[in-house]
């Protein structure tokens, strides 16, 4: 029997309990996790902010930075790497530029930020000074949208840039972790939003990489409104923006796809790599447990190379269905993020909607050729556990009758 530990308990090769850093790892190829190690940089550096920035993000400013020390955990740029000495006194939070950063997020060079006047509540992500320019670019290009956090402010530091995003309520991660799991209707609510975002990245040419349930946050406090958090760690496609082949190996190690395991130094589909996460992100939100897991990385990359996982009988048969269409060991094969939104476990078969019934045939269209894939009778009605193994998926079965 497979022995498979909870979320809380997933160590990742660096010891990181449940991959809980913002900007995780970077695959070599030798599949080690590289963490980026911050290094002091010169006053020299500066002059490389000479470079005139886009018109259409917001103006940096320069920070003022007060010498108190930290609320929690020691700030890039800010101060020593030495521990402050025990006090009884609660520490004044660092000001940087207009902003009060109060608490260190887990895991991340992530700060909860409030402005000194308005007491307006912000999250600050600490970027290195260098090319940071390039790595917001990405703001400008997808503009608006209800589910992706917009970049209000930046403020250049000494050695690090603070970028300022709305306040949140909690991650994805820590809500699924201290739910236990969630209900299909409540999953179904949330994962449509997850979808709507990285779609939408995808349309304007931006693949996300390094996707996980802790880059998505709250926006209220009843836990309804989700937003992707951050758009520093992604790609923009230049040119032919049908051509997503990336080269470079970056991801989470509970969600990277087996294709950027296998492919040496070749490239792999960016678009097709997010859907596989978002697969794993599915499948956690309603099993409450990754798809694979194992303390060892070299085993849980041999789990997902293989592709083999396991559904609980309790799963409705078109979750498991949905599950199943993003969790497709061949790229080709893994339905895109409008082809998904057009899923009978997202559009409730027995609600007609006639703005989505020409998508939705559509969708069947392409399902029938990925069965096709599979082979003459893969496809079962699901009554019992469904298992992948050996990367050979089969996908359940549902009534296309939705009158």
């Known amino acids: ?16 309990p449940g991959c809980s850093s913002f900007n995780c790892h970077t695959l070599g190829f030798t599949w080690r996790w590289n963490m980026a190690v911050s290094t002091a940089r010169s006053q020299l550096c500066l002059k490389r902010l000479l470079d005139e920035q886009p018109d259409n993000l917001p103006k940096c400013k320069q920070a003022h930075l007060t010498p108190q020390p930290l ?21 004044s939070p660092s000001r940087v530029g207009q902003y009060f950063l109060l608490e260190l997020c887990e895991g991340e060079e992530t700060y909860r930020a409030e402005h000194a006047h308005t007491k307006q509540q912000y999250t600050c992500q600490v970027l290195p000074l260098r090319g940071y320019q390039e790595r917001l670019a990405a703001y400008s290009r997808i503009g608006h949208h209800d589910n992706i956090c917009s970049l209000l402010d930046v403020v250049v530091g000494q050695d690090r840039v603070y970028v300022f995003l709305p306040g949140h309520h909690g991650d994805m991660h820590a809500y699924v ?24 990245c995808h349309r304007h040419g931006v693949v996300l990489r390094d996707l996980k349930l802790r880059r ?6 009843h836990r309804t409104r989700l937003a992707l ?15 997503d082949s990336l080269t470079d190996r970056h991801g989470c190690p509970a969600y990277v796809s087996p294709e950027l395991l296998t492919n040496g130094k070749g490239s792999y589909s960016g678009r097709a790599a997010d859907i596989w996460s978002l697969g794993v992100s599915l499948y956690t939100m309603l099993i409450g447990r990754y798809p694979f897991q194992d303390t060892q990385p070299a085993a849980l990359f041999a789990k997902i190379r293989r592709g083999g996982f396991t559904l609980p009988d309790w799963l409705s048969p078109q979750a498991k269905c949905l599950i199943g269409c993003m969790l497709r060991k061949s790229p080709a094969e893994r339905l895109d993020a409008s082809e998904l ?14 703005n989505v019934h020409k998508a939705q045939q559509d969708y069947h269209h392409r399902l ?10 893969s496809c079962v009605t699901v009554q019992h556990s ?11 079965q549902y009534n296309k009758d939705r009158s």
Request: with cysteine.
């Open 341 to 354: 939104l057009m899923h009978p476990w997202l559009t409730n078969p027995r609600t007609p909607h006639h």
């Open 368 to 377: 029938d050729q990925l069965r096709e894939t599979d082979g003459e009778g």
């Open 71 to 91: 609320a929690t955990g020691p700030l890039p740029g800010l101060r020593p790497r030495s521990p402050a000495p025990k006090s009884n006194q609660s520490p």
């Open 216 to 221: 998505f946050v709250f926006t209220d406090r």
């Open 1 to 16: 029997m497979q022995k498979f530990c909870p979320l809380s308990e997933f160590v990742c090769i660096n010891h990181h």
């Open 229 to 243: 958090l951050g758009l520093n760690d992604c790609v923009l496609l230049h040119g032919n923006q049908d051509d």
């Open 386 to 396: 469904v298992t992948y193994k050996d990367g050979q998926s089969v996908l359940p």
């Open 177 to 200: 972790r201290s739910r236990k799991r969630l209900s299909e209707d409540e999953a179904r609510h949330l994962f449509a939003q997850v979808l709507d975002a990285v779609g939408h």
